[in-house]
């Protein structure tokens, strides 16, 4: 009989560390704050917009929202 052959698992990489705040100007992380925050207000729109075109009119609710209607039985 022969060896059973045993893959190694390897880890993933770890993710890149975060860029260091140390010297960042306060103002621009703010508007990069808000630019993201913008963004996907934007996103969210877009998809209820479809979401709504897609139901002929109608109202879609998000799943979570569903969810938790469920969940507190109103």
């Given at each position: 009989?022969?060896?059973?052959?045993?893959?190694?698992?390897?880890?993933?990489?770890?993710?890149?560390?975060?860029p260091?705040?140390?010297?960042?100007?306060?103002?621009?992380?703010?508007?990069?704050?808000?630019?993201?925050?913008?963004?996907?207000?934007?996103?969210?729109?877009?998809?209820?917009?479809?979401?709504?075109?897609?139901?002929?009119?109608?109202?879609?609710?998000?799943?979570?929202?569903?969810?938790?209607?469920?969940?507190?039985?109103?």
């Open positions: 009989m022969g060896k059973i052959f045993k893959p190694e698992i390897q880890a993933p990489a770890p993710p890149p560390p975060p260091s705040p140390v010297g960042a100007d306060p103002a621009e992380a703010a508007k990069t704050q808000k630019a993201m925050e913008d963004a996907a207000s934007a996103e969210r729109k877009a998809r209820g917009r479809a979401a709504t075109l897609l139901t002929g009119g109608e109202g879609v609710e998000d799943p979570a929202t569903i969810s938790k209607r469920m969940l507190l039985g109103s």
